[in-house]
C-alpha cells in the first residue's frame, strides 16, 4: 500500500481524492499495489466533508511522515506550494502537480533538486489540463527535433470565444458563464491576460527545447481587446479567432514564445477545437504535425493527468522519469522582432483604404460595409510595427493580430 498527501482540496484536489476512491482497484492493478490518499492539507474548515478525518493543517505532518511518498500539489498560485513543493522534494518525497505557475516559474529549480534526491517531480496535468501531451513530447516523439508547438491552451478564453462566435454574446456574459462553469482561474485576469497560457507555453517551450524559458521574458496579450466587430470579420475572411500560444526556434538557436488572438482559418485542425477543449499542435523534424486535443480543464479531466503521474511516481519509485529541462536565463529567448507572421488589421477614418495600401502595400480588404480590416503579406514583427505606425498617423487603428497560415 503506498500512501500519497494531497496538498489543496479545491476543483482539482478534491478531484484527484474522489477519483483514487472511484478507480481504486484499477488503479491498484496498474501501480502494482494500493494507493491510499493519507492526508488532504486545506487551511478551509472541511469538518462536515466524507473526508473530515484525513486533514492536517500543518504541512509538517506530512514531511516527516516516512509513508507518504508522493505528495500531490493543487493549491496553485507560487505560496505557500512553492514552500511545501521544496520541502516535500528534500524530504525525498516525489511531487506531482498541476500548478502551471509554479512549474513555469520554478520547474527548473525543483527538477535539480528531484534529481539530486532521486526522486520525481511530474506536472502533466500542468498543460492541457486531461491531455497528455508533455509524456509524449518527452518520450513517444523523443527522436524527433521539435521545432514549432502552438496552440489553444487555456479552456475559459476559448470557451468565451467559442460564445462570442457562436451565440453573438459579449465577452462580459460569455466569461460569467465561463466562471459558473468551473474553468476561470480564481482570478479570471491569468485567463483573459493571457498569462495562464503564457505559463503553458513556457512550460512546453522548456521541455520542447531543453531549456528553462521564463515567462517573464515571454510577450502575452489575451482576448480582452477582442470584439465582435474582430468576430464577424474573421468569418468574412473564413476564420476564427482563437488565443495561441506558440513557440518556435529561432534560425539562432533560441526560442521564440508568445501569446497573443490570431486569425485561424477555418479549414485549420485548431479552429474546430472549441468551448473549454484544448488543441496542442507539436511538429517534429521526422513525425511531422501532430496534435493533441481534449479537456483542458475541469476537475475529473485535470484529476486524470495528476493521478496518472501519481501511479506513474509510484511504479518508478527508484527510477527518475526524463521529464525536464536545464535551467537558462534571458539569453534563450529569441527577439520577437525577427518572427515573421501575417496580420490582421482593423482600422477607422478618412481614406482609411488608400492609407492602408498606401502604408501596408500587398494586403487583402476583408469584404465589410461597416469597418475596414484588411490582411498583410508575410513579414516580420519589426517591419509590422514600423508600417503600423505609419497608418496610424493618418487612421485610427481599433484592433490587430496575428494571421494563423
Ligand atoms: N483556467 C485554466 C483554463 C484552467 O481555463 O484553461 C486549466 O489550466
Redesign the pocket.
Same mark, same amino acid.
Given at each position: 500500500m503506498k500512501k500519497i498527501a494531497v496538498l489543496g482540496y479545491g476543483t482539482v484536489g478534491s478531484g484527484v481524492v474522489d477519483l483514487f476512491e472511484i478507480n481504486a482497484a484499477s488503479i491498484a492493478k496498474k501501480a502494482g499495489e494500493p494507493i491510499e490518499v493519507k492526508y488532504i492539507v486545506d487551511i478551509r474548515d472541511f469538518s462536515q466533508d466524507k473526508n473530515a478525518e484525513k486533514f492536517v493543517k500543518d504541512f509538517g505532518v506530512i514531511e516527516n511522515d516516512p509513508e507518504v511518498s508522493v505528495v500531490v500539489e493543487t493549491i496553485g498560485g507560487t505560496n505557500p506550494a512553492y514552500d511545501f513543493t521544496k520541502r516535500a522534494l528534500l524530504a525525498g518525497k516525489s511531487v506531482v502537480t498541476s500548478n502551471?505557475e509554479l512549474v513555469a516559474k520554478h520547474g527548473a529549480e525543483f527538477l535539480q533538486i528531484a534529481k539530486e534526491k532521486n526522486v520525481n517531480y511530474l506536472f502533466e496535468a500542468s498543460v492541457g489540463?486531461g491531455i497528455p501531451v508533455l509524456r509524449p513530447i518527452a518520450q513517444c516523439l523523443a527522436a524527433n527535433e521539435i521545432d514549432e508547438i502552438y496552440g489553444i491552451l487555456?479552456?475559459?478564453t476559448n470557451y468565451i470565444l467559442t460564445r462570442m462566435i457562436k451565440a453573438g454574446l459579449t465577452f462580459e456574459k460569455a466569461l460569467s458563464e465561463a466562471q459558473e462553469m468551473g474553468?476561470?482561474?480564481r482570478d479570471p485576469s491569468a =485567463?483573459i491576460e493571457g498569462h =495562464?497560457a503564457c505559463r503553458k507555453i513556457c512550460i512546453l517551450a522548456s521541455l520542447a527545447f531543453g531549456r528553462h524559458i521564463y515567462p517573464d521574458y515571454v510577450k502575452a496579450e489575451g482576448i480582452t481587446k477582442v470584439t465582435l466587430d474582430d468576430v464577424r470579420l474573421a468569418g468574412k475572411a473564413d476564420m476564427v479567432i482563437r488565443l495561441l500560444g506558440r513557440t518556435k526556434l529561432a534560425p539562432d538557436g533560441k526560442v521564440f514564445a508568445y501569446v497573443g488572438p490570431h486569425l485561424v482559418p477555418k479549414s485549420s485542425p485548431i479552429a474546430s477545437v472549441e468551448d473549454v477543449f484544448n488543441g496542442i499542435m507539436v511538429h517534429g523534424n521526422m513525425v511531422g504535425d501532430t496534435m493533441f486535443y481534449g479537456p483542458?480543464?475541469g476537475k475529473y479531466p485535470?484529476a486524470s493527468a495528476v493521478s496518472a503521474d501519481v501511479i506513474d511516481a509510484v511504479v518508478h519509485a527508484d527510477k527518475r522519469r526524463d521529464i525536464g529541462w536545464d535551467d537558462a536565463g534571458e539569453e534563450a529567448v529569441a527577439d520577437m522582432s525577427a518572427f515573421t507572421s501575417k496580420y490582421y488589421v482593423r482600422i477607422e477614418g478618412e481614406s482609411a483604404r488608400s492609407a492602408a495600401t498606401q502604408s501596408f502595400k500587398d494586403i487583402e480588404f476583408i469584404d465589410d460595409s461597416h469597418a475596414t480590416a484588411f490582411i498583410t503579406a508575410e513579414m516580420s514583427e519589426a517591419e509590422f510595427e514600423r508600417k503600423l505606425a505609419a497608418l496610424s498617423e493618418r487612421s485610427e487603428v481599433l484592433s490587430r493580430m496575428r494571421v494563423l497560415y
Open positions: 502551471k489540463g487555456n479552456g475559459t474553468y476561470a482561474e =485567463d =495562464d483542458g480543464a485535470t
